[in-house]
């Protein structure tokens, strides 16, 4: 263990991220609008964020860092073009409900 | 020689294309000149080829040209050649000789039709067709002609095209030829197998060793025997050529005289070797022939049109030419056949006169009484009656005759063929002069009255009996059918068999010595002029009833019921399995199949569609789903 982590265990920063992720995953699968949606999707890069962190410094590497911070990139993006579409929606008057955006059904 | 077959042979062709191509550049009567310029340049061809092989020893009459290889598969080559050897020049002269004539007599008999030049272009096609046929150097080339003789016939046949039932008589003669064309096919399969060849010389050096296969030299020649049953329209495939004569009258002239039917007969005598070496299915051949001619003349004595009794008489004499042939009396059935030529283009062509005249009737029972109107198509018509009987010195009295004679060397089989040929004769000069006194004998008939002396009387003033390239025609016929016969009279002056001896030799059994010879001929003779005598007694001085008979005259009237079998047992069973499997077998097997395909993919197709909700938590849940199965498989299966 050469870089040693202060504090605890790997154990509970997974912990820690499951739970995040599990949030966000709930929030995706059961909430309506889609700014909540967004939101939750962002819980979501966090925990995975948090538990490619921990196992980073677990190995005593830096690649997961890396690959956490190319995460973040993609995360900043994804809401710009999410909550761009939010808007375009909202401007057209339409429901912001994901139920009710199912132009997509086969 | 060689250079005058190729101009005999491609210069109808050219005339053909020629016409086609020009279109309406040609005017109506300069294609039938033209037409007429190139079958003689044909003929004059053949003249040339014929004197220079006269030329040569008798051994060394047999010239091969080749001019490109169609096919070449191995060992095995065929090529675009052609051969002149004394029964081919003898063909060629009597194609394009008689062709020559009767494409001249169209140019007056086809005057103001319309499409004139079409039917030309047909006419010169047919006459290229049969010099194709005739002057092949291999059976390849052979069957090509013979299938074009065929197309022509069906072109022709079928000339006037607004007529059902010159399109159905059409048809009607290109099944019945393509049933012969694939049987002679199916036989140059086996002798391309067996021989690897389809070249004449090579076939019949070959084909002798084939004698201990009996069923393979049977097959070959019942195939070629098949080909030329069908293109000389006898028994069983006849049907087609009466009902062939909803062609123009020229055309018929053509079919019956120069090509065509006299097919079958240079067929059996080209492959004479293959036929040798099957002795049962030249004996089919020579019974098959005198079946026709009886049968033949039984139904041309109830015939009412002018041309099927004609038609009738085609059959009855290429029967007498199958008779020949099938009992390896060679020359003679070949001299009979261009005898036949003579008399039957005449006949054809004087009653095309009479038809003309009166402005296409055909029906003998409306004529009558022409005799005093028409005196010159009169005496036309009986020198042609005459010849047709047979009773000297006309040209069927010594073709016919030394074929009966060849008959009677040939054991009990032999003497039951001269027995039928004889019966033949009787039936022969019966028909023929029923038509001659009915059509010319007597007072003239209201019909005739009406259309050929109404207007005389009225001052339209008829040109003689007709145009002048249809008379002068006629006479040239005419004077052939008289002096025609007169280059053979077996068996004290014998050129025809000398000439042929080289390539078709007459077996030995049907060399007539001179008393048979001169017993059938008397007996021929006797029973021709007794046939002439009872047609004089019953049609023109009405001494005898004709004998009621209502059951056989329906009979011969609906033609021994031979269309009506035919149609039982071919054309109902196709069409009625045609039916069936249109409405059984089709719907479920071969479109229902490609349908439910179809449909089939669709049904799977919309279920998938239920999948996608556009509901976008759907989405989400498959994919946690998804992700909960692999988590679950990785752990479990590590």
């Known amino acids: 263990m050469t870089l040693g982590i202060l504090g605890p265990e790997v154990s509970w ?73 939010i808007v375009a929606i909202s401007r057209r008057n339409l429901d912001l409900d994901v139920d009710k955006l199912r132009t997509l059904r086969g | 020689m060689i250079v005058a077959a190729w101009i005999c042979l491609l210069s109808p062709l050219a005339a053909a294309l020629l016409i086609t191509l020009l279109g309406n550049g040609i005017s109506r009567r300069g294609a039938g000149y033209l037409a007429t310029l190139a079958v003689l340049v044909s003929f004059v061809a053949a003249c040339v080829a014929f004197f ?71 006419m010169a096609l047919f006459v290229f067709s049969m010099l194709l046929l005739v002057q092949s150097g291999n059976l390849l080339l052979l069957l090509a002609g013979w299938g074009l003789v065929g197309l022509s016939s069906y072109l022709l046949i079928g000339f006037w095209q607004e007529r059902p039932s010159a399109i159905a008589a059409a048809k009607k003669a290109f099944v019945m030829n393509a049933f012969g064309d694939a049987t002679m096919a199916l036989a140059f399969f086996l002798l391309i197998q067996h021989t690897r060849s389809l070249s004449f010389e090579t076939v019949f050096a070959r084909a002798p060793g084939l004698a201990s296969n009996h069923w393979l030299v049977n097959l070959v020649a019942l195939g070629l025997l098949g080909g030329a049953v069908a293109k000389s329209a006898q028994l069983p495939l006849q049907t087609w050529l009466p009902d062939a004569m909803e062609g123009p009258t020229p055309v018929s002239a053509l079919i019956h005289a120069a090509t065509m039917v006299t097919a079958g007969v240079y067929l059996i005598v080209r492959t004479h070797v293959l036929f040798e070496l099957a002795p049962k299915v030249e004996d089919l051949a020579a019974g098959l022939g005198a079946a026709t001619l009886l049968l033949a003349g039984l139904i041309a004595l109830v015939q009412t ?98 074929i009966l004679a060849a008959a009677m060397h040939d054991g009990w089989y032999g003497y039951l063929l001269w027995s039928a040929g004889l019966v033949g004769t009787f039936l022969t000069g019966l028909y023929t002069f029923r038509m001659l006194f009915v059509v010319f004998g007597g007072e003239p008939s209201a019909f005739v009255r009406e259309h050929l002396i109404r207007p005389r009387r009225h001052g339209h003033v008829h040109h003689g009996e ?33 000439w042929l001896d080289v390539v078709a030799p007459t077996l030995h059994h049907a060399e ?127």
Do not use: C
């Open chain 2, 512 to 638: 007539a010595t001179s008393w048979q010879e001169g017993i059938s001929s008397g007996l021929a003779f006797a029973l021709g002029l007794a046939g002439l005598v009872t047609a004089w007694l019953v049609y023109s001085r009405r001494r005898l009833a004709v004998p009621r008979l209502p059951f056989a005259q329906r009979m011969l009237e609906r033609k021994l019921y031979f269309d009506e079998a035919y149609d039982l047992v071919f054309y109902r069973p196709a069409v009625g399995a045609a039916r069936f499997f249109g409405r059984i077998v089709e719907p479920f097997a071969v479109g229902g199949s490609i349908t439910g395909l179809a449909r089939g993919t669709r049904d799977v197709a919309r279920g998938v569609s239920e999948a996608q909700t556009g509901l976008l938590r759907n989405y989400a849940l498959a994919m946690a789903g998804g992700l909960a199965v692999l988590v679950v498989v990785f752990i479990s299966v590590r």
């Open chain 2, 305 to 402: 049109d002018i041309k099927r009794v004609i038609a009738y008489s085609t059959m009855s004499q290429i029967g007498y030419m199958f008779l020949g042939a099938g009992l390896g009396a060679y020359a003679n059935g070949m001299f009979h056949l261009m005898t036949h030529a003579f008399f039957k283009a005449l006949l054809f062509m004087a009653a095309g006169l009479v038809i003309h005249a009166l402005a296409g009737e055909q029906d003998i029972r409306k004529m009558g009484g022409l005799r005093g109107l028409m005196p010159r198509t009169y005496r036309a018509f009986l020198v042609g009656a005459l010849a047709l009987v047979g009773l000297p010195p006309f040209a069927g009295f010594f073709s016919k005759d030394s």
């Open chain 2, 52 to 122: 220079a092989l006269w030329g040569d020893a008798p051994h060394d009459r047999s010239h091969y040209s080749t001019v490109w290889t169609w096919l070449q598969s191995g060992s095995f080559s065929a090529g675009l050649r052609v051969l002149v050897d004394p029964l081919s020049t003898m063909m060629m002269l009597v194609v394009s000789g008689v062709g020559s004539l009767i494409v001249a007599y169209s140019v007056g008999y086809m005057d103001g039709e319309d499409e004139e030049r079409r039917y030309f272009a047909y």
């Open chain 1, 13 to 85: 920063y997974l912990a820690v991220a499951a739970f995040l992720f599990a949030t966000g995953a709930l929030g995706v699968l059961l909430r309506r609008s889609p700014l909540i949606v967004l939101l939750s999707l962002e819980i979501m890069l966090n925990g995975a964020n948090l538990a490619l962190i921990a196992f980073a410094r677990h190995q005593g590497n830096g690649a997961g860092q890396i690959f956490a911070l190319a995460v973040m990139a993609v995360a900043a993006s994804e809401v710009v073009v999410g909550l761009g579409l």
């Open chain 2, 466 to 498: 007709g145009p002048f390239s249809m008379t002068s025609t006629v006479a040239i016929l005419a004077v052939l059918s008289l002096v025609g016969g007169w280059i053979q009279f077996a068996p004290l002056w014998t050129p025809v068999t000398r």
